[in-house]
C-alpha cells in the first residue's frame, strides 16, 4: 500500500501541494460556457468538428456556430427555461457538442447520460436531477419512455430524438427556429453558481449521484490550457498539432470522453466518432483519419502492447496515447511507449474535479510511478484518514483538491454534498495517495476499495499490479470477500493470456512467495473470460463481490 505516515513520519512539514509557475494564473471569465467556446470555435471556420468513423455525418465549426444559437432558440420556443434540467442520452454522435452547447448557451443544465441504463436506473436519474425535457438518440427512446411511464403524469414535457424515428419530434426542428442570444449576466447568469453541466458519478460506491459542475467550472480547463501554451518553450510540435485529429471511442457521457471532445473543439481539431472500441476499427480509424492523438484506457493500452495489429496498420500520423479513468502501470506506461515509439500522457482526475487534478505531460514533466505533477487551479492536500491532520510529503492519506475546477455539490443530495466538500471547500476524493517533493502525486488505493483482512489494509490494486506481472496473467482484478476467520480475505479473478494454462492453485503459489502472508490470496483465486468494467475501465468490483455472495447462496 505505499508507505504509512508512521514510516515516514518527519519526512516533510505538512503543506498544500500546488502548480509553481513562472508567471501568475490568469482569471476564469465570467461568462456563459457555451458564448466562450463559440467565440473560440468562430474562427475554425469551415474546417471540420465532428466526423463519424463511417462517413454518415459531419458538423464544420461553421456549421456549429450557426445552429447552437438556433437550437438554443428552440429550446426557448418548446419552453425550457434557464435553471431546467435537460437530459441528453447519447451514445457517440457527431451531434453531441450541439446539443450540449444549446442547451447550455440557453441557460439550461444538460445533463449528459448513458443509453446503455436500464429504466429502473433512468428513474433514479430523474428523481435527482427534476428533468423534464430529454433528447434522445433513437436506440435510448424506450427506456426513457418506460422510465417516464412510472413517474407521475406529465413529469416529461418533451422529447427529442437525434436520428430519425417515426412519430417523436425531431431534434433537427429545433434547428429551424431563429438564433436567440445566450443566457448572460445580464439575464441573471451567475457563472459561478449556475449549474452548466450535471454528469452523473460512477456509482461504484453507491447510486450514481449528480455532480454539480458550474460554468465558471467547465472554463477552467481551457484556461489552464492557454495558461500552459504560453508557459510552454517553443517547438515544432505545438499542443494544437497533438488535437489535430481525435479518435473518440470513450463515452461522452463520461467525464473524460466529454473532455476530450470540447477540449478538441477548443484547439480546433477534428473529432472522429466511433461508437465502440474494436481492435480493428481501432487501427483502421487511426489510418483512415489520420488520427493524431489516441485518448484510451489502461486496459486498451494492456491490449495495445501485445496486440500483432500494430504492424498491420500505418498509425504514422499519431503523435500519442492519453490514459486516464483508472490507473495504469508504469510497467505498462513504459512498455507501450517502447513499442510505439509514442509519448504516452496521463492524468488524474474526478467527475468532481470536471477532469485532471494531476498530470504526467511533456510540459510538466514524467513519473511514471506517479500520475503527475498537480495541474495549475488546483491544489492538494492529503490527510491522515482517521484524525484529518494535513500531512506532508511521502506521507500516505487521503487525497484532497480544492480550486475553481471543484463541483458545487452532489444534485438533492445534502448528506452526500456534506460528507464530499468540507466547510473550507477541500473535496475529499476518497483515494488514498501521497505526493513527493516535486508536487507529483501517487494513488495508492481508494479508501472503500481496502480490504480489512482483521485488523491489517490489503490494497486490492496492490495485488492485481503483482498478478499483471505473471506472464500469464493478462488482467486481473481483487476484491475483499467475507471470510469465516479472517473477517475479508483478498479474492483474484484473473484472465489468462490465449493458449495459458495456469490453475489457481500455481496462481496462489505465485502471490504467496510474494507476499506478506495476510495479503495471501485467502479468499481463492477464480479464472474468468473478462473482468467487468464500465465503459471507462474501471473495475466493477461490487459486480464481483455480487457474483461471489450469488454463489454462496
Given at each position: 500500500m505505499g508507505q504509512s505516515s508512521e514510516t515516514v513520519a518527519g519526512r516533510g512539514k505538512p503543506r498544500v501541494a500546488k502548480h509553481e509557475g513562472p508567471r501568475p494564473l490568469p482569471p476564469i471569465p465570467n461568462t456563459n460556457y457555451a458564448s466562450f467556446m463559440l467565440e473560440r470555435m468562430q474562427a475554425h471556420g469551415d474546417n471540420v468538428a465532428m466526423v463519424d468513423e463511417e462517413a454518415r455525418g459531419r458538423r464544420t465549426?461553421?456549421?456549429?456556430?450557426?445552429?447552437?444559437?438556433?437550437?438554443?432558440?428552440?429550446?426557448?420556443?418548446?419552453?425550457?427555461?434557464?435553471?431546467?434540467?435537460?437530459?441528453?442520452?447519447?451514445?457517440?454522435?457527431?451531434?453531441?457538442?450541439?446539443?450540449?452547447?444549446?442547451?447550455?448557451?440557453?441557460?439550461?443544465?444538460?445533463?449528459?447520460?448513458?443509453?446503455?441504463?436500464?429504466?429502473?436506473?433512468?428513474?433514479?436519474?430523474?428523481?435527482?436531477?427534476?428533468?423534464?425535457?430529454?433528447?434522445?438518440?433513437?436506440?435510448?427512446?424506450?427506456?426513457?419512455?418506460?422510465?417516464?411511464?412510472?413517474?407521475?403524469?406529465?413529469?416529461?414535457?418533451?422529447l427529442w430524438v437525434l436520428d430519425s424515428s417515426s412519430g417523436i419530434s425531431q431534434f433537427g426542428r429545433l434547428l429551424q427556429q431563429d438564433p436567440v442570444p445566450a443566457f448572460s449576466t445580464d439575464d441573471g447568469l451567475d457563472p459561478a453558481k449556475s449549474v452548466a453541466l450535471l454528469p452523473f458519478s460512477s456509482g461504484t460506491t453507491g447510486l450514481p449521484k449528480g455532480v454539480m459542475l458550474s460554468h465558471r467550472t467547465l472554463l477552467v480547463p481551457h484556461v489552464r490550457s492557454v495558461y500552459q501554451e504560453s508557459i510552454r518553450p517553443k517547438t515544432p510540435k505545438p499542443t494544437r498539432n497533438l488535437f489535430q485529429t481525435v479518435m473518440l471511442f470513450l463515452p461522452v457521457s463520461h467525464t473524460y470522453g466529454h473532455g476530450m471532445v470540447t477540449a478538441t473543439l477548443f484547439n480546433g481539431g477534428t473529432v472522429v466518432v466511433m461508437l465502440r472500441f474494436s481492435p480493428k476499427s481501432f487501427f483502421e480509424t487511426i489510418e483512415r483519419f489520420k488520427v493524431t492523438w489516441a485518448p484510451i484506457v489502461p486496459y486498451i493500452a494492456n491490449f495495445l502492447i501485445d496486440t500483432p495489429l500494430m504492424k498491420k496498420f500505418?498509425?504514422?500520423?499519431?503523435?500519442?496515447?492519453?490514459?486516464?479513468?483508472?490507473?495504469?502501470?508504469?510497467?505498462?506506461?513504459?512498455?507501450?511507449?517502447?513499442?510505439?515509439?509514442?509519448?504516452?500522457g496521463s492524468a488524474y482526475g474526478l467527475t468532481e474535479t470536471n477532469g485532471a487534478v494531476s498530470a504526467n505531460s511533456t510540459l510538466f514533466g514524467f513519473n511514471p510511478e506517479s500520475v503527475g505533477r498537480i495541474v495549475p487551479y488546483c491544489d492538494v492536500k492529503v490527510v491522515d484518514v482517521e484524525t484529518g491532520r494535513m500531512l506532508g510529503e511521502r506521507q500516505e492519506g487521503e487525497v484532497c483538491a480544492r480550486g475553481p475546477n471543484i463541483m458545487l455539490g452532489y444534485m438533492n443530495n445534502p448528506k452526500a454534498t456534506?460528507?464530499?466538500?468540507?466547510?473550507?471547500?477541500?473535496?475529499?476524493?476518497?483515494?488514498?495517495?501521497?505526493?513527493?517533493?516535486?508536487?507529483?502525486?501517487?494513488?495508492?488505493?481508494?479508501?472503500?476499495?481496502?480490504?480489512?483482512?482483521?485488523?491489517?489494509?490489503?490494497?486490492?490494486?496492490?495485488?492485481?499490479?503483482?498478478?499483471?506481472?505473471?506472464?500469464?496473467?493478462?488482467?486481473?482484478?481483487?476484491?475483499?470477500?467475507?471470510?469465516?476467520?479472517?473477517?475479508?480475505?483478498?479474492?483474484?479473478?484473473?484472465?489468462?493470456?490465449?493458449?495459458?494454462?495456469?490453475?489457481?492453485?500455481?496462481?496462489?503459489?505465485?502471490?504467496?512467495?510474494r507476499v506478506s502472508s495476510y495479503k495471501q490470496l485467502a479468499g481463492g483465486v477464480r479464472t474468468v473470460d473478462a473482468i467487468p468494467r464500465n465503459p471507462a475501465g474501471k473495475i466493477l468490483r461490487r459486480q464481483l463481490k455480487k457474483d461471489f455472495m450469488s454463489s454462496k447462496l
Open positions: 465549426y461553421a456549421e456549429l456556430c450557426d445552429l447552437i444559437p438556433r437550437a438554443s432558440g428552440g429550446l426557448k420556443a418548446a419552453g425550457v427555461s434557464p435553471g431546467d434540467v435537460v437530459l441528453l442520452i447519447t451514445k457517440n454522435h457527431i451531434d453531441y457538442p450541439l446539443a450540449m452547447l444549446a442547451i447550455i448557451h440557453r441557460g439550461a443544465t444538460c445533463a449528459p447520460v448513458s443509453p446503455t441504463l436500464k429504466p429502473d436506473e433512468l428513474v433514479h436519474v430523474v428523481k435527482i436531477s427534476k428533468a423534464r425535457y430529454v433528447i434522445a438518440c433513437a436506440s435510448a427512446v424506450g427506456a426513457v419512455k418506460e422510465a417516464y411511464f412510472r413517474m407521475p403524469k406529465w413529469t416529461l414535457k418533451q500505418d498509425i504514422s500520423s499519431l503523435v500519442g496515447f492519453t490514459t486516464a479513468a483508472a490507473p495504469i502501470s508504469a510497467a505498462a506506461s513504459n512498455t507501450l511507449m517502447k513499442k510505439t515509439g509514442r509519448v504516452i456534506a460528507s464530499a466538500l468540507d466547510a473550507e471547500g477541500w473535496l475529499h476524493t476518497g483515494d488514498i495517495g501521497y505526493f513527493d517533493e516535486d508536487n507529483f502525486l501517487f494513488i495508492t488505493d481508494r479508501i472503500k476499495d481496502l480490504i480489512k483482512v482483521k485488523s491489517l489494509q490489503v490494497s486490492p490494486t496492490e495485488l492485481e499490479a503483482l498478478l499483471l506481472s505473471h506472464p500469464a496473467v493478462e488482467d486481473a482484478a481483487v476484491v475483499g470477500v467475507p471470510h469465516a476467520k479472517l473477517g475479508e480475505a483478498p479474492r483474484a479473478y484473473v484472465v489468462l493470456r490465449s493458449g495459458a494454462i495456469l490453475r489457481p492453485h500455481e496462481i496462489e503459489d505465485f502471490v504467496s512467495e
